[in-house]
């Protein structure tokens, strides 16, 4: 699919466009963000918190991305541009916050990259000791991570960034045809293995246990954090993928088969990890490298299972591309079409920039617990201001996003024509849309607005 306005091709098949859909919103936030948050939000609780706003708000706000996407066929930007010029700073405020998390998820997707060569070369260092393993090679312990923050990360910006410049994405969603049902097949397989391990029934009992005291304010901004994170919502990212489909597909059903699939992989994921950190006694409380950790225990206990945790972590590293680059497309397709920029310089500029930012996020990782504005290492002492980025998107960019967006469609373009829209002019049927016109004007933005208030009064944790 090509980004470029003098250029905009449709999706040639429904299944197309939901790949691309679901391949932006499947990546890093199922599988290594979200079971650290099931796990610190109270697990069982945090799970029915997390499927209530996936139903009600996550697919409220992204049917509203897509009537706007396909409506006006532009990117985030100009789409709102056209319906409504003074409010085009919805999108301004998309690509924003897509750029900041970008920052942090190429150091995560360049991860991934470390575990797959870790797999091939040094699988016994891994299995010796996971954790250390982890610490030690991504995040550096008192050293500089030079492969955590920059060798790894830089093959994956430069991958991310070599995919939008050539305009590839095309064959990579070709790719995701074959490459995310794979991955659905071998999660499924992990989740089992992962719940039968000794001693992983207590995190099963944890992730099944529905604790009321768990419940508070705090689950449900982290819930709605992650569901917005998650669905890729609140960027203008579902716009733009909108943007190329037809009045045939029906926005509706799509809707409810991404968001259906990428709460899935995040259960699965949650159940995959969950059950291996109580089975292998890792502390999860030791900052985002815990998954990466944990699931060593489960590819130890498996016969082939060094071939397993590499065929795992290619899988989702690809996962990470697919969203990845969906993320860099989006900052990109502002620059060259609200900015005049050329293309390819557009997409080393942004790389460079956000390289650089992205260095200070692993370095923070490691102090997860640390209070105090530097760290030291090898001497030299380094701002931690990189976890503040996780932090300044999950808790308020993106429900300000969303919350304009729903604003936006519900009220300033209005519910008649996003219904229209919705309908394809009344070609489809839509019986529930009195409903979403009540969950896109009232529900949402009310619920949005109450969780970013309360979340300002609350502390610093972003889990
Ligand atoms: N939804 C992706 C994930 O869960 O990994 C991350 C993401 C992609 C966020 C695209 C935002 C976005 F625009």
Same mark, same amino acid.
């Not at 504005?373 to 380094?382: D, H, L, V």
């Given at each position: 699919?090509s980004?470029?306005?003098?250029?905009? /091709?449709q999706f +040639?098949?429904?299944i197309?466009?939901?790949?691309?859909?679901?391949?932006?919103a499947?990546g890093l936030?199922?599988?290594w963000k =979200?079971?650290g948050?099931?796990?610190n939000c109270?697990?069982?609780?945090?799970?029915?918190i997390y @499927?209530?706003?996936v139903?009600?708000?996550?697919?409220?706000?992204m049917?509203?991305?897509?009537?706007?996407?396909?409506?006006t066929?532009?990117?985030?930007?100009?789409?709102?541009?056209?319906l409504?010029?003074?409010?085009?700073?919805?999108g301004?405020?998309?690509v924003?916050?897509g750029?900041i998390?970008?920052?942090y998820y190429c150091?995560v997707?360049g991860?991934?990259i470390k575990?797959?060569?870790g797999?091939?070369t040094?699988?016994?260092?891994?299995?010796a000791?996971?954790m250390?393993?982890f610490?030690?090679?991504?995040? +550096?312990?008192?050293?500089?991570?030079?492969?955590g923050?920059?060798?790894?990360?830089?093959i994956?910006? =430069?991958?991310?960034?070599?995919i939008i410049s050539?305009g $590839?994405a095309e064959? @990579?969603?070709?790719?995701?045809k074959i490459?995310? *049902?794979?991955l659905?097949?071998?999660?499924?397989g992990l989740?089992?293995?992962s719940?039968t391990?000794?001693g992983a029934?207590?995190?099963?009992?944890?992730? #099944?246990?529905?604790d009321?005291?768990?419940?508070?304010?705090?689950?449900f901004?982290v819930?709605?954090g992650?569901?917005?994170?998650?669905l890729s919502?609140?960027?203008?990212v579902?716009?733009?993928?909108?943007?190329? #489909?037809?009045k045939?597909?029906n926005? $509706?059903?799509?809707? /409810?088969?991404?968001c =259906?699939?990428d709460?899935?992989?995040?259960?699965?994921a949650?159940?995959?990890?969950?059950?291996?950190?109580f089975?292998?006694?890792i502390?999860?409380?030791?900052? /985002?490298g815990?998954?990466?950790?944990t699931?060593?225990g489960?590819?130890?206990s498996? *016969?082939?299972g &060094?071939?397993? +945790?590499c065929?795992?972590y290619f899988?989702?590293?690809?996962a990470?591309?697919?969203s990845s680059?969906?993320?860099?497309?989006?900052?990109?397709a502002f620059?060259?079409?609200e900015? +005049?920029?050329?293309?390819k310089?557009t $997409?080393?500029?942004?790389s460079?920039v956000?390289?650089?930012?992205?260095?200070?996020?692993?370095?923070?990782?490691?102090?997860?617990?640390?209070?105090g504005?530097?760290?030291?290492?090898?001497?030299?002492?380094? *701002?931690?201001?990189?976890?503040?980025?996780?932090?300044l998107t999950?808790r308020?960019?993106? *429900?300000l996003?969303?919350?304009? &967006?729903t604003?936006?469609?519900?009220w300033?373009?209005?519910?008649e024509?996003?219904i229209?829209?919705a309908?394809s002019? /009344?070609?489809y049927?839509?019986?529930?849309?009195?409903?979403w016109?009540?969950?896109l004007r009232i529900v949402?933005?009310i619920?949005?607005?109450?969780?970013?208030?309360?979340?300002?009064?609350l502390g610093m944790s972003?889990?």
């Amino acid at each position: 699919m090509s980004t470029t306005v003098e250029n905009r /091709g449709q999706f +040639g098949s429904k299944i197309g466009f939901i790949l691309s859909a679901a391949g932006s919103a499947v990546g890093l936030g199922n599988i290594w963000k =979200f079971p650290g948050k099931a796990y610190n939000c109270g697990g069982g609780a945090f799970l029915i918190i997390y @499927i209530l706003m996936v139903v009600f708000i996550g697919t409220t706000v992204m049917l509203g991305e897509f009537v706007i996407g396909r409506k006006t066929q532009k990117n985030a930007i100009g789409a709102i541009r056209e319906l409504n010029a003074k409010y085009s700073w919805i999108g301004g405020l998309g690509v924003l916050t897509g750029f900041i998390i970008l920052c942090y998820y190429c150091q995560v997707g360049g991860w991934t990259i470390k575990y797959i060569v870790g797999y091939i070369t040094e699988v016994s260092t891994i299995y010796a000791d996971p954790m250390a393993y982890f610490l030690n090679n991504l995040l +550096g312990a008192d050293r500089f991570p030079v492969q955590g923050a920059i060798i790894y990360p830089l093959i994956f910006i =430069f991958l991310t960034a070599f995919i939008i410049s050539r305009g $590839v994405a095309e064959g @990579i969603e070709k790719m995701s045809k074959i490459l995310m *049902p794979l991955l659905f097949i071998v999660l499924i397989g992990l989740t089992i293995r992962s719940c039968t391990l000794p001693g992983a029934d207590a995190g099963l009992a944890y992730m #099944l246990h529905f604790d009321a005291s768990t419940i508070n304010a705090n689950a449900f901004l982290v819930a709605l954090g992650q569901a917005f994170f998650s669905l890729s919502l609140g960027m203008g990212v579902m716009i733009t993928y909108a943007s190329y #489909l037809s009045k045939d597909e029906n926005l $509706v059903s799509n809707t /409810g088969i991404v968001c =259906f699939l990428d709460t899935c992989v995040a259960l699965l994921a949650g159940f995959m990890i969950i059950p291996a950190v109580f089975a292998t006694g890792i502390d999860p409380g030791m900052g /985002g490298g815990f998954a990466f950790a944990t699931l060593a225990g489960v590819f130890m206990s498996i *016969p082939g299972g &060094t071939i397993f +945790g590499c065929l795992f972590y290619f899988l989702l590293f690809f996962a990470a591309v697919t969203s990845s680059t969906s993320i860099l497309e989006g900052t990109v397709a502002f620059l060259v079409e609200e900015k +005049g920029m050329e293309r390819k310089k557009t $997409v080393v500029v942004v790389s460079i920039v956000l390289f650089i930012i992205g260095i200070f996020y692993t370095l923070s990782q490691a102090h997860m617990n640390l209070k105090g504005i530097w760290i030291s290492r090898e001497g030299i002492s380094y *701002p931690i201001f990189g976890d503040f980025m996780e932090y300044l998107t999950d808790r308020l960019l993106l *429900p300000l996003g969303a919350l304009t &967006t729903t604003i936006f469609a519900g009220w300033i373009w209005g519910t008649e024509n996003a219904i229209k829209e919705a309908t394809s002019d /009344g070609k489809y049927k839509f019986a529930l849309a009195p409903v979403w016109a009540f969950l896109l004007r009232i529900v949402a933005p009310i619920a949005i607005a109450i969780i970013i208030i309360a979340g300002m009064f609350l502390g610093m944790s972003i889990s």
